[in-house]
């Protein structure tokens, strides 16, 4: 999408600070970290949300989720982490393109 934040990131329009990058996704540490470790692991292929999956996307997510650990590791976060994916703007969605952020650290906060 040609106004899309996220995919203006993919494409270098914007900078980012990359952690991965392949055919399928791109990883990048969130510009406003909420934890010492702020991941945002996003598709190439723009999804609105979390709820705009088909399964068409079954590979695509499960390849997603299977790099969540492997990218925690990555950035040093040994003893765990959280994931959250947040969908549509009652949800906490700011952004219109599907993505996981991943938080660790000690500063890691709580649920309010």
Partial sequence: MDDCLFCK???NEIP???VY???EL???KDLYPKADVH???IPKLHIESLDGLTSDH???IAKMMLKLPELARDQGLKDGFRT???TGPGGGQ???HLHMHILGGKNLPGFK
Avoid: C, R, T
């Fill in 26 to 28: 791109f990883a990048f």
């Fill in 21 to 23: 990058e392949d055919d």
């Fill in 9 to 11: 990131i993919i494409a």
């Fill in 16 to 18: 980012s600070s990359k």
């Fill in 58 to 60: 079954q590979n695509l």
């Fill in 84 to 86: 959250i994916i947040n």
């Fill in 94 to 96: 700011e952004v219109g």
């Fill in 39 to 41: 991941i945002l692991v």
